[in-house]
């Protein structure tokens, strides 16, 4: 992901959701399948600060993460523990400019109950960081080629490191008769064992949103959807791809440019426009200060209105990326959504972190987190 920048400057948009889109850019993210051979899984490693979907974890500080990653409900699992979350992605985000986080990188967990999403604590979102000078990464990134026998040796060095991190922690229990809860057990870092999911491993790689597909960082309701548009974006893809069971055809836009249909129906073509443009893009990210989230309906729609501050410095949070329905189809297997109502199921997930991206003095941060139920609800 591109640089996040500081900005001592940082204030709350008031703008609403009809105001006009800016003219900030986003970043578009799509997946990679990982090969099933040294080489590609080299490139998941943490040296490598990936973005990526599904398998485990590569914590960007591996001696500090969530001691446990539970679902906030009352969910419970056969053995009367509360069930701990499936991790989903983690994105890289480094804010080169900010000595605090240099390497910067935000992991988000969903429940078990993917059906459940869009109630409070069913997905969570945790930010972890370095400074360029640190005990786990050299001063200059890896090899491009992960075939490069200097990838070897790098990994080497980073796993002993790593190691000789754990040790030193259980020293620390050894003194003072405390049990280690951060030290990583499983692979989504609780100390219980894992029940749940764990989704296939893609790498996520970003591309721009061009100019010429009207790329802003602001609410997508104000720009008129017209047919000549449509008629142009079918001629590139089959456009109207259903989002949940809504599928989109051109007479229901021109409906829409005529004032016909409700403001939901009007949100989610706009939504699904946005999305034809690229249909394999599975996250969209911008952190300027006017970004919003892209929501598929206004009714369904999470209030953003009032987010709350980052409550370690008490600076303003904002918008950073969401991630878009689209996910699903590729790391869900399509006999589970027929059989089982209970996997992943989403509108979209928009993730909100501190504005100043603050140090975290060898700990994490949880930030906030907003979804927006799956439309088929």
């Not at 501190?354 to 700990?363: F, P, Q, V, Y």
Request: aromatic residues 8%; hydrophobic residues 30%.
């Amino acid at each position: 992901m591109p640089s996040r920048e500081d900005d001592d400057d940082f204030e709350e948009s008031d703008d609403d959701d009809d105001d006009e889109s800016d003219d900030e850019e986003w970043d578009l993210g799509f997946l990679e399948p990982i090969e099933d051979s040294p080489r590609g899984k080299k490139r998941t490693h943490a040296i490598y600060f990936p973005s990526k979907v599904g398998g485990h974890p590569e914590w960007v500080d591996p001696r500090v993460h969530p001691k446990t990653i539970l679902d906030q409900k009352e969910e419970t699992t056969t053995t009367g523990q509360k069930r701990i979350m499936d991790f989903l992605l983690q994105i890289y985000a480094a804010n080169e400019d900010n000595a605090n986080a240099f390497h910067r990188t935000i992991y988000v967990f969903t429940s078990a109950r993917g059906d459940k999403l869009g109630e409070e604590g069913r997905v969570r979102a945790f930010r972890s960081q370095l400074g360029r000078e640190n005990a786990f990464y050299g001063m200059h990134p890896a090899p491009e080629n992960p075939e490069d026998p200097r990838v070897d040796a790098l990994i080497e060095e980073y796993e002993a490191k790593k190691l000789a991190a754990d040790a030193e922690a259980k020293m620390r229990v050894c003194d003072d008769g405390r049990r280690d809860e951060t030290k990583k057990t499983n692979s989504n870092g609780s100390g219980r064992g894992n029940e749940n999911t764990t989704y296939p491993e893609f790498e996520i790689v970003v591309e721009p949103e061009s100019d010429d597909d009207d790329a802003s960082c602001s609410s997508i309701d104000s720009d008129v959807v017209d047919a000549k548009n449509a008629n142009k974006s079918t001629n590139k893809k089959k456009i109207f791809q259903s989002i949940g069971d809504e599928a989109i055809t051109e007479n229901d836009l021109k409906e829409i440019a005529s004032g016909v249909i409700d403001s939901d129906a009007q949100r989610l073509a706009t939504f699904s426009v946005k999305l034809s443009k690229f249909p394999d893009q599975v996250l969209r990210y911008c952190p300027a200060p006017t970004a919003k989230a892209m929501w598929p309906s206004k009714s369904l729609a999470p209030d953003d209105s009032a987010i709350p501050d980052c409550p370690i410095c008490k600076s303003k949070r904002r918008f950073e990326f969401q991630i878009l329905p689209t996910l699903v189809s590729f790391i869900v297997p399509k006999e589970s959504v027929e059989f089982n109502d209970t996997t992943l199921d989403f509108g979209s997930i928009a993730v909100y972190t501190c504005s100043k991206s603050c140090a975290l003095d060898g700990e994490y941060a949880e930030e906030f987190v907003l979804v927006h139920p799956p439309m088929n609800s």
